[in-house]
Every structure is written in structure tokens, then in C-alpha cells.
């Protein structure tokens, strides 16, 4: 980032969703149109330029659910285990950056996925002049006042009235200060701008956004599928990758993150996969997103015999946060030795491992070149790929 100031999203996702109802699942871990609820939020705001780290906080028995997400990005770090209030969990986050706090910290709902790089904007601008940033609706609706629930006892002024949203903004160390203030009193405080406002800490309204709705009830799942059928009509892109590798003294190869016995081994910056980097620049491609040279030069010292599983997470990674998903992966290595056909399935469950998905999405094809060129000269190895995935459409 070259922003003067840290900002950091601390991801609130540490309740059970009851209200949601379903099979009991939490609901930050159920579908949204293929996708959970809890990974379009966080790759919404890994999305996101302004955001330095994403800090999601869970349940303290969700770590399986969390990683069954498969989510990978180098600025979403570990999550945190959280407590039995939402207020505890936001404390708990808190304390989990206070060892190196950011200048700015965006408290948001794992439930609201539809946030948007605009309002990240809305709510760091009103930052500017006050403690904390609140971003809000209008209320259009007529709002009625009632002390026993069952008749009217008054009408409230609706052009005073507004509805909260998140991600609340707010300078680091005076709303930590405020939250470790406010839990020796109550932890029934249900945001922070309460919290804020109660420690007296100025707090700006920010323009919020109708479309960033909270998944709280069984019909917003409805209302959520419908927004992102509307909004994010999917597109199939196919891209294509290839790599090859010299022969160098040793005795393996390593090919789709196996290793293989063989008279040589593969020379390369990094652990010269072919078929792992053919599959990278695949993805990459199908994103127009450039190649493994763009996002992991081999002029950087840090990649000095890497292994490839990385580079293969990245481009993943990349899929998933743009809302999309990996549909197949296809790579048919070309070489006379060492004999690939005894390796095949571990390869494959090994790619599949690594990019997250289903074995029966990866095809792993080996050919000779009929003893032409240098791969029937037996001087290298060579591999191409094809990559399918599903990303939402680009309207623009």
C-alpha cells in the first residue's frame, strides 16, 4: 500500500445466526448463490485498495468452518477467536492489533457482503473530523412510537431518524480505549458508534449504501441471491498458461507439487514446476490479471527456489476475490522421461488440494514429442494448461 496511514477491517463473524434459521449452520458459512456469506464479505474487502489487513473474528468453534472457506490472500491474516457477545468480539479483535495497531480500524458485519470500495471511501473521508465514522440510510419508511406494542403512542420525526450500517470507521486508540472501558460496564452495547458515543468520542455520519444489506433472516437469503443474480450475472473465461524447464544435475523433479524420481532435476528460480506454474498463467490469463513473472519477479531474492504451491494459492485467490470460483484445471505435460503416467492421480490430488476444489476438476495428461525438439532431445520438460472459471460479469 502507499497510503500514509494503516487501515485495517476487523470482520465480525463470531455469532451462530439463529434468526437465520436453516440446518444450523451458522449462517456466515451458508451459500449465497454457490458462494458463503462470510467469503464474499472478506473478499469483498480484500477487494478493496484502501484496506491494509483483513482480521475476521469467529467463533472459538468455528476454526473448520473458517478453513473450509479455502480462502488465501497475504493481507487477510488468521482469525481470532471471539466471545459470546458481539461486543466481546469486537474487543477481543481489538486487543489481537493493539501489539501493532493501525491508524484506522473499519469494524465491519461478516454478514453484510455487499460492501463496496465507495463506501469504504464515504466513511475514511468523514474520519477526517471526528473520533469514529457511521455510515447510514435514510429512514423513508414512517416511523410509530409504542410503550406497550400493541397501540400507537406517538410518531417519530423521520428526517432525525437514520439507519446504521457498517463498516463503522474510527481512530485506533481512542475507540480501544472506549471498548475496554465499556465491557467493565455492559457488553450489551450492539455497535460501536453506541460505544463511541457513550465515551463521548465524536462520531460523523458517513453515506451509507441501501444495497448493503444485513443477512439476518431467512427471506434476506432470498434477497441476497437476488441482488447478486442482478448485479453479478457470471461469465465463463478460459485462459491458457505455458512453462518449461531445463534439465540440471540432481535426482527428482517436482511436478504438480510432486516429486519424481529421475536422473535430473528441473533448473528455475524457484522449484521450476512446470505444470504448477502452466496452471498459474492459466488463471492468470483467464483473469487478464498478467502472468507469475507480473506478481512474483524473479528478480526478488524471496522466490529463490519457492515452492509453486504459492504461486498457484495466488491465482486462486485472485478467482475467489473477485467473487468467482475455478470450474476445471487442464494440463498435459510433455516430455520422454521421467514416466508420468504412475504419478497422475497424486498429482491431481495434489492440485486440487491446492486450488481448493473437487479432484474430478483437475485432468492431468502426459505426451511424449516423439523424440523431436528438446523434449525429445531429452533436455527439458514442457507443460501447457487450460484454466476455466466462473467470475461475475464486467458491466463496464
Known sequence: MTQSRTIVALVVA?????????????????????????????????????????????????????????????????????????????????????????????????????????????????????????????VTDTIKRSTDGKTVGGTEDRTQLFAAQTPQGFHFAPIYDAHRRAIAMSDGFT?????AEWAGLSVALA?????????????????????????????????????????????????GNIAIPHSAKLKGHSDADVVLHALSDALYGALADGDIGKHFPPSESEWKDADSAIFLEHAVSLVRQRGGRVVHL????????????????AMRERIAQIANISPSRVAVKATTSERLGFTGREEGIAAQAIATIEIPQDHS
Open 207 to 255: 453515506q451509507g449504501d441501501s444495497r448493503n444489506i444485513k443477512v439476518t433472516l431467512p427471506g434476506d437469503f432470498e434477497r441476497a441471491e437476488r441482488i447478486v443474480g442482478k448485479e453479478n450475472t457470471m461469465e465463463t473465461r478460459v485462459g491458457s498458461g505455458f512453462d518449461v524447464h531445463a534439465f540440471t544435475e540432481g535426482d527428482a523433479v517436482i511436478l
Open 330 to 345: 487442464d494440463v498435459t505435460i510433455i516430455c520422454e522421461r521421467p514416466k508420468i503416467g504412475p504419478h497422475v492421480e
Open 191 to 195: 455497535d460501536d458508534a453506541a460505544i
Open 14 to 138: 463470531a455469532g451462530r445466526g439463529e434468526r437465520a434459521g436453516g440446518d444450523g449452520t451458522p449462517k456466515q458459512y451458508r451459500p449465497i448463490a454457490g458462494v458463503p456469506l462470510l467469503s464474499r464479505t472478506l473478499s469483498a474487502l480484500l477487494a478493496a485498495p484502501q484496506i491494509d489487513r483483513v482480521i475476521p473474528v469467529i467463533g472459538a468453534d468455528q476454526g473448520d468452518l473458517f478453513a473450509g472457506l479455502g480462502l488465501s490472500d497475504p493481507r487477510l491474516s488468521a482469525p481470532v477467536p471471539g466471545g459470546e457477545t458481539r461486543q466481546v468480539s469486537v474487543l477481543k479483535g481489538l486487543e489481537a492489533l493493539a501489539g501493532d495497531p493501525p491508524d484506522i480500524v473499519l469494524i465491519h458485519d461478516g454478514a453484510r457482503p455487499f460492501i463496496d470500495s465507495t463506501l469504504i471511501d464515504n466513511v475514511i473521508a468523514a474520519l477526517d473530523g471526528a473520533d469514529g465514522a457511521l455510515p447510514v440510510t435514510l
